[in-house]
């Protein structure tokens, strides 16, 4: 029989922390918080060893955060190492301080009291998951979110992925568990003149799900490909800030419930996990990496990539596609997954120059090797038992 089971915990930030994401906004000190930053943790069991999609309030997660993450876990519940899959949804208004080495240009200061926080916080989402694992059914579907996004490097003709998945999960008697969204755009309505910690749009997101959902359920936002995309704001004339993010993620939260009601549950869907661990070119900047972790699932009639960075649309789309031709009725991609890498980009996009080659870390190969550890980690999902 197939369980889940889903909690949310909230970061608690302390004040005098760093607001991180627009470098045009530098490293001011955050002014006070608008809204909650929270980690939000689905668990799902099949047969097998449950499995985690897990999304927290965060600019981005390192492996050296999900490491710990895993460990502090395996402590308190039977879950594998291989079996997390740790998501920044990627906002930018969240504190930095929690990135160690020569990646905390970027991201502030390491500190380590707040580090320690925001690893309590998303353990304990997790492990409260777990123990709420209960009998349940699993929906997988997506909604067209046209006209809400488009191509930040080419707006006019640029390639643009306005698929929202949508997992939606229920008890046998009903009651909404879980609903997540895994949307292609930045989240982002806020600007750099926000000088107040909030998870942007995917937190309204959430907070809009829950409110129309049975008490208890869980809201998720993750992000999927979305190095070149961003929330259409034009869409919303006159709003701005707070205002737009409002907008932007009620708009979202609505066509998600909508489409909600034409997803088929199954109380049996096969579950199935694997990994590849490849390794980078030669970074272009001082970083230090070791093997990339890529995962792959199978979550009833539906392929996915949980991979780490930021790809392009481009690169999202060839992989769906690839996954839609092992004959899966979906397929479907969950970035800034795991790790912190920067963007990834074609050949093409990485010598085209703009913004993101500079935040790019691996030369204009890494698109090219980083699409091909996933294929290869989505094959050996499709060889596994389940």
């Known amino acids: 029989m197939f369980h889940a089971g889903a909690s949310r915990s909230e970061i608690p930030i302390p004040p005098g922390l760093p607001l991180i994401g627009f470098a045009a906004r530098g490293s001011a000190t955050a002014q006070g918080q608008h809204d909650p930053i929270t980690s939000r943790a689905l668990v799902l069991k099949a047969d097998a060893e449950p499995l985690v999609l897990c999304a927290v309030d965060l600019l981005g997660v390192s492996a050296e955060m999900r490491a710990d993450v895993v460990e502090r876990v395996a402590a308190l519940a039977p879950i594998p190492a291989d079996h997390i899959a740790l998501s920044a949804t990627h906002t930018e208004s969240a504190p930095g301080c929690i990135f160690q080495g020569p990646i905390e240009a970027f991201f502030g200061t390491f500190r380590a009291d707040f580090y320690e926080v925001v690893i309590d916080a998303i353990t304990r989402s997790i492990v409260e998951a ?3 694992l209960r009998p349940a059914c699993l929906g997988v579907g997506s909604v067209r979110i046209d006209s809400l996004t488009l191509n930040s490097r080419n707006p006019e003709s640029g390639l643009c992925d306005d ?4 997992v939606h999960v229920e008890d046998l008697e009903g009651r909404a568990i879980a609903l997540a969204g895994v949307c292609c755009a930045h989240n982002t309505a806020l600007d750099h003149r926000n000088l107040l910690v909030s998870a942007d749009v995917g937190g309204v997101f959430c907070r809009s799900v829950e409110r129309a959902l049975d008490p208890g359920a869980v809201g998720l936002f993750f992000a999927g490909e979305q190095g070149d ?5 034009s869409r919303f004339p006159g709003r701005d800030g707070f205002e737009l993010a409002e907008a932007i993620g009620s708009e979202l939260a609505e066509r998600v419930l909508e489409a ?3 997803i088929g549950l199954d109380p049996g869907p096969r579950l199935a996990v694997a ?3 490849f390794e980078p070119p030669p970074p272009t900047v001082p970083i230090s990496k070791a ?6 699932m199978i979550l009833g009639d539906s392929g996915w990539l949980i991979v780490p960075g930021e790809p392009i649309a481009e690169i999202g789309l060839a992989l769906k596609r ?3 031709e092992s004959g899966l009725g979906q397929a479907h991609v969950i970035a800034l997954a795991n790790d912190q890498l920067g963007y990834v980009l074609t050949p093409e996009e990485f010598r085209a120059g703009g913004y993101q080659p500079t935040v790019s870390f691996f030369g204009e190969t890494f698109g090219d090797v980083f699409s091909a550890a996933a294929i290869r980690s989505f094959a050996r999902v ?3 038992p389940g």
Not at 229 to 233: C, G, M, P, T, Y
Not at 291 to 296: K, N
């Open 322 to 324: 690839y996954m839609r």
């Open 163 to 166: 698929e929202v998945a949508i």
């Open 229 to 233: 995309l961003d929330f259409r704001s």
């Open 291 to 296: 093997p990339i972790l890529m995962q792959a």
């Open 260 to 262: 909600r009601s034409r």
């Open 130 to 132: 777990h123990e709420r």
């Open 382 to 384: 499709c060889a596994a």
């Open 275 to 277: 990994v590849e661990r």
